[in-house]
């Protein structure tokens, strides 16, 4: 399973950005995905998730500004970024739970990160 994010780039403070990943490989099942950040210096943590039936979770330094979505039919999963800040500045990564077959086993796989970085 391969998960391949695009997306990132430099941006002033104030702009927007939308990021995308896409799963492929051996994939009968994906449950929920999520995008992380790491910032320099700090540990990976979660920005947002969706679920498959499109619920979402989003941390509260993003809500209101980051927009997780969902295509299910293509695997992939979006997020579009709004009203960005310095602060927001990290490697942002993708990640998915995959089933590969029916015994619906669940394993968590990662993309490479895409660098997002806004100036003030």
């Known amino acids: 399973v391969q998960l391949q994010a695009s997306g990132g780039g430099l941006v002033q403070a104030g702009g927007s950005l939308r990021l995308s990943c896409a799963a492929s490989g051996r994939i009968f099942s994906i449950s929920n995905m999520a995008w992380y950040r790491q910032a320099p210096g700090k540990q990976r943590g979660l920005v947002a998730r969706?679920?498959?039936?499109?619920?979402?979770h989003y941390v509260d330094s993003v809500k209101g500004r980051f927009t997780i979505s969902r295509d299910n039919v293509n695997r992939t999963v979006s997020l579009q970024m709004n009203s960005l800040k310095p602060e927001d500045t990290a490697v942002y990564s993708c990640?998915?739970?995959?089933?590969?077959?029916?015994?619906?086993?669940?394993?968590?796989?990662w993309g490479q990160g895409t660098l997002v970085t806004v100036s003030s």
């Open positions: 990640g998915a739970l995959v089933a590969q077959d029916s015994s619906l086993y669940y394993n968590s796989y």
């Open positions: 969706i679920t498959s039936d499109g619920d979402t």
